[in-house]
Nanobody, 112 residues
Framework: QVQLVESGGGLVQSGGSLRLSCAAS????????MSWYRQAPGKERDMVAR????????IYADSVKGRFTISRDNANNRGYLQMNSLKPEDTAVYYC?????WGQGTQVTVSA
């Protein structure tokens, strides 16, 4: 069955960096586009970034452009989200989404 497991979240100071990973299994990862979403308390789940199946095309939410980078390693069935210059408003649970499935999420907390 499809399984997505996120990791790499944590507590970081404003201006710091984190790299999130999404390990995929149970399907042909390279055939699907992949997205990262985030959900802050009391807010809707919003898309942060999306990458095409080949990795050749990416899009970003305006709020993270120039700070976040989405990437993927199809040989190892993994997706990544490099987050730099983090701000307190980036605090949220971050989710990997692909193949119509969701991971369990990983908490990112940015202190001021």
């Amino acid at each position: 069955q499809v399984q997505l497991v996120e990791s790499g979240g944590g507590l970081v100071q404003s201006g710091g960096s984190l790299r999130l990973s999404c390990a995929a299994s149970g399907f042909t990862f390279r055939n699907f586009a992949m997205s990262w979403y985030r959900q802050a308390p009391g807010k809707e789940r919003d898309m942060v970034a999306r990458i095409s199946s080949s990795g050749g095309s990416t899009i970003y939410a305006d709020s993270v452009k120039g700070r976040f980078t989405i990437s993927r390693d199809n040989a190892n069935n993994r997706g990544y989200l490099q987050m730099n210059s983090l701000k307190p408003e980036d605090t949220a649970v971050y989710y990997c989404n692909t193949a119509a499935s969701w991971g369990q999420g990983t908490q990112v907390t940015v202190s001021a």
